[in-house]
């Protein structure tokens, strides 16, 4: 199973998560501490992401694996397909529902990519805002603790069924949150699955745009700017095996 997404990291300035808010998460500080999560342009799961949680009051960035282990998993038994989580699942899934109350952030990204089947090829679409603004995906984390006693903090994007816009691509997409909608998903009082799942929604129609990208991007050894430009008749890949970043049948 696959998926990408992509996240660009600008320089010399603390990451602020939404409009003029006071609250800032110190990404340059972690990317500092660990260059590789810096800017990357087909970022796949079990790779680390940079996560934005809420600890004592505050916003802070964390390195996150892409592809949740609950802590009740067992080494040697972990689940595969956990980095979506549906939204409505978040509430009764044993996979789900206890990070879904007590540990949830919000992954950044610049754009996604999904698969369209205009045909009999899978043309990959890159999804981002029209406005070039950053997207903050709603996630849901845990903390496992593995055979050799190190804690791995790790997380999965929630979606949500896809506005008519993105129903054209694929009939998901990620639940995208606004500056409002962040501060209540970050809010760790705030417990009730009816509250949260109220902001679980699909975006409106018309803050994304879809540009059609070199097959090159289902390969995750290819991770440069160039993944990002539009294509016209792009030759299809060999392995069309490609499964899009919401293609995920045990969400």
Known sequence: MCGAFVYVYVGGVRYQIM???TERAEVGDLIARRP???????????QDVVTIVSEDGRRVAKPMRWGLIPNWAKPGKLPRSTFNARDDRLADSGMWRGPFKRSRGVVSANGFFE????????????ITPKEGETLQFAAVYDSWINEHGETI???????????????????????????????????????EAGSLQSILLPASNDLLKAIPVSTRVNSYKNDDRGL????????????QRQLGLFDNQSE
Not at 36 to 45: H, T, V, W, Y
Not at 153 to 165: G, K, M, Q, R, W
């Open 19 to 21: 409009g003029n808010g």
């Open 36 to 46: 590789d999560l810096g800017s990357r342009f087909n970022i796949r799961p079990t």
């Open 115 to 126: 698969w369209k089947k205009p045909d009999r090829s899978k043309q990959p679409m890159y």
């Open 153 to 191: 903090n790790s997380c999965a994007i929630v979606t949500t069924a896809a506005n008519d816009f993105m129903s054209t691509i694929h009939d998901r997409m990620p639940a995208i949150l606004d500056e409002e909608t962040v501060s209540l998903w970050l809010d760790p009082a705030t417990t």
């Open 228 to 239: 990002l430009n539009e294509v016209v008749n792009d030759e299809p890949a060999d392995d």
